[in-house]
């Protein structure tokens, strides 16, 4: 047991040296082009300095690190056992009776880890540096004014209206919404409340609503209901639980909020009548991340650990590098199919890491079993 345990602890360490280079070089890499296209689009931008730029592209450094994780864990993967078969230590650990399963148990345990760290602990940093990375490229690079105005400057919200008895809801639609100073205000606003089953109980038009500390602040607001006549204008308040930051991420990507508040914030989005797919999508696949990592070790060691006097070595890396981007590609493909509605969620996340993982295991078994 001892040998084996020795075994497993020296193989993990190169395996995670190997990993931790590989994700170094392959985020560096990344963050040049980014850092050179961020260039080129400020070229025509004055106000934003080369420091600017920069800077942008140092914010994005952890969400790179984040996409990047799964290719550097099966291109080190690769490295690492190729290594390992070169120089004849596995054939030898193997000819002493040390099953494939045993000296694989320790690496893919490291990749797992990793993918815990990067879910639990990079995540939050990443989001957030994220967040103000996408903030400062809206504000300097781009014309559109941000998420909001990518969506035509309109803004359609369904919320709880605490304010009737038995709870309801309160549909709100504003024509115009500008965000400025941290405060939002729309314009041309009108409100539908509705009670429990949804029959319109009354209709609410305002020129100008203010989201505020736990309200919306309705100016000039005339309030209709059935078979009667429209009350005289005056100052409403609409409670809310609602807030300005809270908006613009609803609009803005996933990559934005931390792994830990995504859960309660998909719970608002679908009280506040937004779609929230994008975020449960993006939610399922942080807690894959993990088991990803670890599919992507076992696909490396399958493809890597042939014995060099047998040939076509150079073949079977080729193919696990293959094998690594058509698993990459197969998961878009399930995201996008997710995003749409065609597929459930859990299964547009899960699915391309599980089908991997089966891969990976077939390989394996006909590897050390064959």
């Known amino acids: 047991m001892t040998p084996a345990l020795t075994l497993s602890f020296y193989i993990s360490r190169i395996f995670a040296l190997s990993v931790l280079g590989m994700l170094l070089a392959l985020t560096g890499l990344v963050s040049m082009f980014d850092f050179i296209e961020l260039l080129r689009r400020s070229a025509s931008k004055p106000e934003a300095t080369f420091g600017l730029v920069a800077q942008i592209a140092g914010l994005r450094l952890p969400y790179v690190a984040m996409q990047i994780l ?16 070169r120089s004849s230590e596995l054939i030898v650990a193997r000819a002493a009776g040390v099953s494939a399963w045993e000296f694989l148990a320790a690496p893919t345990l490291v990749a797992m880890l990793l993918g815990i760290i990067a879910t639990a602990a990079i995540s939050p940093v990443s989001s957030v540096m ?5 903030s400062m490229d809206n504000t300097l690079l781009r014309t559109g004014g941000g ?5 035509g400057g309109q803004l359609w919200v369904r919320q709880a209206d605490r304010a009737l008895v ?6 709100i639609h504003a024509q115009s919404v500008r965000v400025a100073n941290d405060s939002l ?3 041309d606003v009108s409100v539908f409340r509705l009670d429990a089953n949804d029959h319109l109980l009354s209709r609410i038009e305002a020129s100008r609503a203010v989201l505020g500390d736990g309200s919306w602040k309705l100016e000039n607001a005339r309030t209709l209901r059935p078979d009667q006549l429209p009350e005289p ?3 409403l308040s609409l409670p809310t639980d609602l807030t300005v930051s809270r908006v613009q991420e609803s609009f803005a990507s996933p990559d934005t909020l931390s792994v830990w508040a995504l859960p309660d914030f998909i719970a608002l989005l679908d009280r506040s009548g937004f779609s929230s797919i994008r975020h449960r999508l ?4 942080l ?3 993990p088991l990803l990592a670890a599919t992507m070790a076992l696909v490396a060691a399958g493809f890597s650990m042939r014995p060099a006097r047998r040939g076509g070595v150079a073949r079977m890396i080729g193919s696990g590098v293959a094998a690594g981007f058509a698993l990459f590609v197969v998961s878009k493909m399930a995201e996008e199919f997710g995003q749409s509605g065609a597929l459930p969620v859990v299964l547009a996340a899960w699915a391309p890491t599980v089908a991997g993982l089966m891969l990976a295991l077939t390989l394996l078994l006909h590897t050390e079993d064959g």
């Open 70 to 85: 799964p290719f550097a864990v099966l291109l080190g993967g690769i490295l690492c056992f190729w290594r390992l078969t």
């Open 130 to 134: 994220f967040a103000r990375a996408e």
């Open 147 to 151: 998420p909001l105005a990518l969506n």
């Open 166 to 171: 038995p709870q309801g809801v309160a549909v």
């Open 185 to 187: 205000a729309g314009r």
């Open 233 to 235: 204008p005056r100052t």
């Open 282 to 285: 993006h939610f399922q696949s």
């Open 287 to 289: 807690l894959a991340l």
